[in-house]
């Protein structure tokens, strides 16, 4: 079965520092999303890219995925420290028509004030 | 901006109990799932959920567990006799038909004791 890996498994910085999160997986893939996770939350999506797609921005966001590689990469520039939180990188499998996501193990991110 | 609403954000249980999970996904969404998180560990697929029946279950998903969708808005997760290893965060999440973004809930953490 496809599987996300987050690589790091934790990252600390400084604020105003960037940071990249890498994920790697193993199948082909439709398309591919990052979410983020405050300590004991829920999901919040920040951003998908589709298998067709190289790169992608969001504000501080940018996405690259090479599905040759199969792997993706989430960089948040400039840092500031709300953006502490876990980050999740998950791939979609169709089954029956359905759309399910499985996750990685996530990138647990700290940002120093 | 509409959202995934979970109630309630926190359940403590004995072991051997029932209990019901319930989630209103956003109105005009068509798909509905639950996933859950144990404690450091990676979001898990559990369920898919389309046209009153279910399209997908995991392994996880055994016996014990039952969605259903009573109304026309809730959509709920049933374990029937909670263990130990039932303790974990529950998302729900729906999407709607033909688009690929998931929007979760906050979660309900549940306590199995």
């Known amino acids: 079965s496809q599987q996300g890996e987050e690589d790091p498994q934790a990252l600390s910085i400084q604020e105003g520092e960037n940071a990249t999160m890498n994920c790697s997986y193993k199948?082909?893939?439709?398309?591919l999303q990052w979410y983020r996770q405050n300590s004991g939350r829920g999901l919040v999506h920040l951003i998908l890219i589709r298998s067709n797609e190289r790169e992608k921005h969001s504000g501080r966001l940018r996405v690259t995925l090479d599905t040759s590689k199969k792997s993706s990469s989430l960089l948040i520039t400039a840092s500031r420290a709300a953006d502490t939180a876990s980050y999740f990188c998950?791939?979609?499998?169709?089954?029956?028509?359905?759309?399910?996501?499985?996750f990685g193990q996530g990138t647990r991110l700290t940002i120093n004030p | 901006e509409p959202e995934v609403t979970q109630t309630p954000s926190h359940q403590v249980t004995q072991m051997g109990q029932e209990v019901i999970l319930r989630c209103v996904p956003i109105?005009?969404?068509?798909?509905f799932y639950w996933y859950r998180q144990i404690l450091g560990q990676k979001v898990e697929f559990l369920v898919s959920f389309y046209n009153n029946e279910i399209s997908e279950k995991s392994e996880i998903f055994d016996d014990q567990f039952s969605v259903e969708r009573p109304d026309g808005s809730n959509f709920t997760l049933k374990i029937r006799s909670t263990k130990l290893e039932d303790s974990a965060m529950y998302f729900c999440?729906?999407?709607?038909?033909?688009?690929?973004?998931?929007?979760f809930g906050p979660g309900t953490r549940l306590t199995v004791l």
């Open positions: 199948t082909s893939i439709n398309n």
């Open positions: 109105s005009n969404h068509l798909y």
């Open positions: 999440a729906s999407i709607y038909y033909g688009t690929d973004t998931q929007y």
């Open positions: 998950a791939t979609d499998e169709f089954i029956q028509g359905a759309q399910k996501l499985v």
